[in-house]
């Protein structure tokens, strides 16, 4: 258990050896939240530390990886030969049920707050964008040549709020 400390940011590797950078860095993002909540009323639904069914946005391998994020794209996969053949209307209604099963998991979209350091729920409308867009990202993957194969060793994998036996909820979606 990290006790709200990212295991990344760990001042101490498995082997013992010190890793005072990684917790240096973390330190600092703690100063600066703290300072910023001197001057500034808290932020409503900020969190310091992601759930493994948030959504994060940003870019670089550890956004990637992100167990949330992980699953959207597994969501997104699942759906994407049906996405391709919709209207734009039905598109849109896709991406919102999308939507709709990322927070039934309990999940959320969160980004980062510079001025915070803290992450920030975006709002529904934003939310569909990222989906929407991960869906273009997805088609233009594949035309490229590309690979979209995030089933790397700990991929993501629900384990509550899902149909009972930890598989990722059916979507059941008529749009046309």
Known sequence: MSFGIPVQDFPFSRDGESLLANHSKFL????????????????????????????????????????????????VEAYDQQYNRLSKDGKTKLAEQIVTVVHGYSGRFLKNDK????????????????????????????LKGGSTDYNEPGQARMNKGTDGGGKRPRMMFNGS
Request: glycine share 8%; with cysteine.
């Open 115 to 142: 001025e915070s350091g803290m992450w920030v729920a975006v709002s529904n409308l934003e939310a569909r964008e990222k989906v929407a867009h991960r869906f273009r990202r997805n088609r233009a993957i594949g």
């Open 28 to 75: 600092e993002k703690c100063k600066k939240k703290e300072a910023y909540l001197r001057k500034n009323p808290p932020i409503e639904g900020a969190v310091d530390l992601p759930s493994n069914h948030d959504v994060l946005w940003g870019r670089g391998k550890q956004i990637v990886r992100h167990p949330g994020n992980r699953l959207l794209h597994e969501l």
